[in-house]
């Protein structure tokens, strides 16, 4: 058994678990990036009620726990206890299904997600058609949603949904093949679907694939960018649960537990398209100017970067722990704050040591781009108004998709050119 | 709960014989508890897909009898009641009420009163407005500005209930003038609010009037003309922004109005984007009057001479005032004993809400939202 | 990657793909028939993959199971249920499908019995890594002109679509 799992990290550390056939360390793997996942949509739920509320003058939770940190908490356990409502028309096995195809279709993506050249749970030829395709069956599940519930305003937001997610996946894939291409630029001249080799693809031609071709790869990404949302169904264009038209659209006779699912897919979706869009454009793991930033000096500088910025969160929470009421009544609080930050702090001396620091490298500037991503879907939802249906519809196939079509022709034929 | 198709009468039902693959129309029903019908407003919507076929407005879930109220209560008791129609524009309501009681008596406010009149009223314009603005952006799908618009209103309600108590349903005049004369510090206070609010009001302009989405979901969309306005009654900036220059401040100035020097904005193509311009324009408007009426309010009375009792002969008056969504009207019929015979009140957004069938016929599900928002209705004041 | 448990996969799969081919047709309800569509069409995909075909595989799941599918959703959901309860579910023709799918099967036994000769002796497994490469090389290299000949052919059925449900273009 210990030489099972010794197999992998000794022989092997080049090529993912799933690759190397090794059950155990795939487990592990598939275990760590769904806590991990966990992890962040809880975080996410607190910051983006905290980052919206800030934008808007407001100071968002701050009751649960010193500075509403307990939030996510409060709310999972409140979500949990509701009662879960089967509306009497409803078809019981549809409205069953439906959560459970989203949440299905939201976790399996991340198998393919590369977090470093060998973190990830496997890497597949086809990695980024799978993820498109197994990312697109989760409009399946809103559709059946808004079907199931037998109720007018989720089966217009079904319908709204249906016909949104199908008509921006063109634009997408547009945007994504003619990274593809870029990928094809090499000596060989042999692209690949593969995420982690699209990744390398960018190491070995020293430059992100969003400045190859200046402004080419921008404006791919920037039609991919503005895909992205429209799959997720974030604002600008969330008009499947638009809130004031359909007041919530395909989830609307959902609640607790099954409304949750909901909640979950919907973030770690947006998670996992932002992790393409990271691979396709941004670099994926790669530090930034791994060729310009060369030398010993300049590792040492990027890899105290995981360490600093824990620090830096911890001094924040620090700061916030000083800046706390002295009454009584905000003793334990205050005590929780200072705890927190105190994990924060040993977190991040445990990333200074130099064996973790080095490891952790990659991991730690692939979710620092994801993060900047989901930081933009916040921004969005707190600037702009929504989109109307024809307006949507008419942006996808009037603009995105003339534009990825231009941009793949063009990029096709820099590729000859040049 | 009444049924859905009594109501939809008008709307051609006609025959639903199902077929197998017939794709009928669907009616949905907009309330009366819904995030974006502005309180308990009910529209039954007919759809094909998303295009709305037709509507049905139903309302009276907040009435609580006003009129009738009146009917029971001396003049004086009445007085807050009107308070309670227009919740977001409640000055307005007490002035118009107030004035035509006094028209009816054939007493003038001094001219001192007159100008805090004024300023409350704009006041209050700009807090009506600024609810509008925020909860119409909500509407569209912009949530911040809401948040924004409520921050400076804050500021205007702050001056309200140092004024005289109360921050919404102010009861800020009575018949004949005022009650409270000005605290220490009024002026500067507006003189401060106007300098802080100017810088706010571009702001709200720089988050929306250039913002493509918000252009594209307001422009075109509700659209009225003016003849349309004029056949339904419509006034107030709805009118306005049909192109008609029509706003009572102007047409027959009452309480200190034609003193001051300002501009009646007014658009071009009536459709809800005009009507956001409109309004924003009014604000500024506002604020010039304000600024005109602050630096020089005369010495003197408050309050006219008004008999404790008040009794007026008898005799029937109708006095309207431009509230912040239109043509605030009463019509008060006295049979000369201490509580009116009649008071019947001519509420804009009841009116104006007449237009929304039109408006958003033959355009989608998402356009009822903006043009409900646009019309800036209050279901207290439409069902009264 | 060396393939793990294929026997039992391949049975996994076919069940899937066959259970669910059956409950598209028993099925009353027109959604459910979809979902099962769904499934195998899902099931189709495993297939290809352990035929070493992940781009069929993976195009398979975006267009049929994810694009098509929702468009066939998007079209029953409008279906009033208890109506197309009450309709005829099978149709009259029983005897012709009788007649039709003995008529196959016996093919099926007949090619199992008889034509051994006729399949490879061994398998050939193409290269995984360059399946897609492989795939553009025939696609766009010796069968272009049947290539374009059916995209061609998908044009004509789009602009006939569009007349069709148009009635002003």
């Known amino acids: 058994m210990l030489d099972y799992i010794n197999s992998y990290l000794s022989d092997t550390v080049h090529v993912t678990p799933g690759e190397a056939g090794n059950f155990f360390w795939a487990l592990v793997y598939i275990i760590a990036i769904f806590a991990g996942l966990s992890v962040a949509v809880i975080a996410m739920n607190w910051l983006e009620r905290k980052i919206l509320a800030h934008m808007q003058i407001r100071l968002g939770p701050m009751r649960v726990g010193p500075h509403g940190l307990l939030q996510p908490v409060a709310d999972a356990i409140k979500l949990l206890l509701k009662e879960d409502i089967l509306p009497s028309e409803a078809d019981p096995l549809v409205f069953w299904l439906a959560p459970l195809i989203v949440v299905w279709t939201a976790f399996t993506v991340f198998i393919v997600v590369p977090f470093g050249p060998t973190h990830a749970v496997t890497d597949m030829n086809i990695g980024v058609l799978f993820m498109l395709g197994v990312s697109s069956l989760s409009v399946l599940g809103v559709v059946t949603a808004g079907w199931a519930s037998n109720s007018h305003y989720p089966l217009i937001g079904a319908l709204r949904s249906s016909a949104q997610m199908v008509s921006y996946e063109i634009a997408m894939g547009l945007a994504v093949v003619s990274a593809v291409l870029m990928s094809s630029l090499n000596a060989e001249g042999t692209g690949t679907l593969s995420r982690i080799g699209l990744v390398q693809a960018q190491e070995a031609q020293q430059t992100w694939f969003i400045f190859k071709f200046f402004p080419l790869g921008l404006i791919a990404f920037f039609v991919f960018a503005v895909a992205m949302v429209a799959e997720t169904n974030r604002a600008p264009f969330d008009l499947p649960e638009a809130e004031s038209e359909l007041t919530a659209g395909f989830h609307t006779e959902y609640s607790g537990f099954r409304w949750s699912l909901f909640f979950l897919a919907e973030y770690s979706a947006m998670i996992a398209v932002s992790s393409i869009a990271v691979t396709l454009w941004l670099g994926g793991w790669l530090r930034p100017f791994p060729h310009a930033l060369t030398g010993e000096t300049w590792d040492l500088v990027f890899s105290l970067f995981p360490g600093i910025t824990f620090m830096f969160l911890a001094a924040i929470t620090f700061y916030s722990v000083a800046r706390m009421p002295k009454h009584p009544y905000f003793r334990v609080q205050t005590i929780g704050l200072a705890g927190f930050g105190a994990v924060l702090a040993l977190i991040g001396l445990a990333l200074f040591a130099p064996p973790v620091r080095d490891r952790i490298q990659d991991v730690y500037w692939f979710v620092v781009k994801v993060a900047g991503f989901m930081y933009l879907y916040i921004w969005y939802r707190g600037t702009f108004p929504r989109y109307r249906f024809d307006q949507l519809m008419k942006v996808g196939w009037k603009v995105l998709l003339p534009i990825g079509l231009g941009v793949l022709i063009l990029t096709a034929v820099s590729g000859i050119v040049f | ?384 | 990657m060396q393939p793990v448990a294929t026997t039992f996969f391949f049975y996994f799969l076919s069940a899937v793909t066959v259970i669910s081919g059956l409950l598209v047709i028993t099925r009353r309800n027109a959604v459910h028939s979809a979902l099962a569509l769904i499934l195998a069409l899902i099931g189709q995909a495993g297939l290809y993959l352990m035929l070493y075909a992940p781009f069929v595989a993976g195009v398979q799941i975006i267009l049929y199971a994810g694009g098509i599918m929702v468009l066939f959703l998007f079209v029953i959901m409008l279906v009033s249920i208890e109506q197309s309860l009450k309709e005829e579910q099978f149709s009259k023709l029983w005897v012709v499908g009788l007649v039709s799918a003995l008529a196959l099967g016996g093919l099926f036994v007949a090619v199992y019995l008889k034509g051994k000769g006729i399949f490879p002796e061994r398998v050939m497994i193409p290269p995984e890594t360059s399946n897609t490469q492989e795939i553009a090389n025939y696609l766009y290299g010796n069968y272009m002109f049947a290539f374009e000949i059916a995209s061609l052919l998908l044009l004509v059925a789009i602009i006939g679509a569009v007349v069709m449900a148009k009635k002003r273009i």
């Open chain 2, 1 to 384: 709960m009444p049924d859905a198709t009594k109501f939809l009468s008008h709307l051609e039902l006609g025959e639903t014989d199902q077929t197998f693959l017939d794709s009928n129309e669907l009616i949905i029903n907009m309330g009366p508890q819904h995030p974006a019908t502005h309180g308990v407003l009910r529209v039954i919507l007919k759809l094909d897909g998303e295009k709305v076929l037709g509507t049905e407005c139903v309302i009276g879930y907040l009435h609580r009898g006003v009129e009738k109220i009146a009917e029971h209560r001396t003049y004086t008791m009445f007085n807050p009641y009107v308070d309670r129609m227009d919740y977001v524009a409640a000055v307005s309501n007490g002035l118009g009420y107030c004035e035509a009681v006094e028209k009816l008596m054939n007493v003038e406010a001094p001219p001192r009163a007159n100008y805090i009149r004024v300023i409350l009223t704009e006041l209050n314009r700009l807090a009506s407005h600024m609810l509008w603005l925020g909860t119409h952006a909500l509407d569209i799908g912009a949530i911040t500005p809401l948040f924004y618009t409520f921050r400076d209103r804050e500021e205007i309600l702050k001056i309200f209930e140092k004024y005289c108590g109360a921050r919404l349903t102010t009861h800020a005049f009575r018949i004949g003038g005022c009650l409270y004369e000005t605290y220490d510090g009024f002026e500067q206070d507006v003189t401060r609010f106007l300098k802080f609010v100017a810088p706010k009001i571009d702001e709200y302009e720089e988050l929306l009037t250039t913002n493509r989405i918000w252009v594209e979901r307001t422009k075109k969309v509700g659209y009225i003309t003016a003849d349309d306005c004029k056949a339904l009654g419509v006034t107030g900036p709805v009118l306005r922004a049909s192109g008609v220059q029509w706003d009572l401040r102007k047409a027959q100035p009452y309480a200190a109005y034609k003193e001051f020097d300002f501009d009646i904005p007014t658009g071009t193509n009536g459709d809800t984007y005009d009507r956001y311009l409109v309004r924003m324009q009014e604000m500024r408007q506002s604020l010039r009057i304000i600024d005109q009426a602050v630096g020089k309010i005369p010495e003197g009375p408050i309050m006219a001479k008004v008999p404790k009792v008040i009794k007026p002969a008898v005799g029937e008056i109708y006095h309207s005032i431009e509230a912040p969504k239109g043509e605030l009207g009463y019509f008060i019929v006295s049979d000369g004993s201490t509580q009116p015979y009649r008071v019947r009140v001519r509420p804009p957004s009841f009116v104006n809400l007449q237009a929304l069938d039109q408006m958003v016929r033959g355009q989608l599900v998402a356009d009822v939202v903006a043009v409900i928002g646009t019309l800036d209705i209050v279901l207290g004041e439409v069902d009264r």
